[in-house]
Nanobody, 124 residues
Framework: QVQLRESGGGTVQAGESLRLSCAGS????????MGWFRQAPGRKREAVAA???????SYADSVKGRFTISKDNAKNTLFLQMNSLRPEDTAIYYC??????????????????WGQGTQVTVSS
């Protein structure tokens, strides 16, 4: 059974940074897509950032220039570096993996495997 586990969430003040990690039984080198999603209270889950098998990255407009997605294939770990955090970034953050690539791009693809989520809270 595929398992993903996020870590690195917490409570920070606006303008500060956090780095999320996602590790588990998924081989990052072989995954067609891996991504980070978030869900704030009362809102739908939204895609934040995604990375394809070759390392190509895509981002939601709301986080471009502030967040960076990366992966370490040797450690089978996915990362999300979040800088200049804002109160509106407060949400539960989930990592996800997709076995196959996505013709239309990883940010909008459907994902097979999901982690349990980690809470990120940004205070003003």
């Amino acid at each position: 059974q595929v398992q993903l586990r996020e870590s690195g969430g917490g409570t920070v003040q606006a303008g500060e940074s956090l780095r999320l990690s996602c590790a588990g039984s998924v081989y990052t080198a072989n995954s067609g897509c891996m991504g980070w999603f978030r869900q704030a209270p009362g809102r739908k889950r939204e895609a934040v950032a995604a990375i394809d098998m070759l390392g190509g990255q895509s981002y939601a407009d709301s986080v471009k220039g502030r967040f960076t997605i990366s992966k370490d294939n040797a450690k089978n770990t996915l990362f999300l570096q979040m800088n200049s955090l804002r109160p509106e970034d407060t949400a539960i953050y989930y990592c996800a993996a997709r076995s196959a690539g996505a013709f239309g791009g990883c940010l909008t693809a459907a994902y097979n495997y999901w982690g349990q989520g980690t809470q990120v809270t940004v205070s003003s």
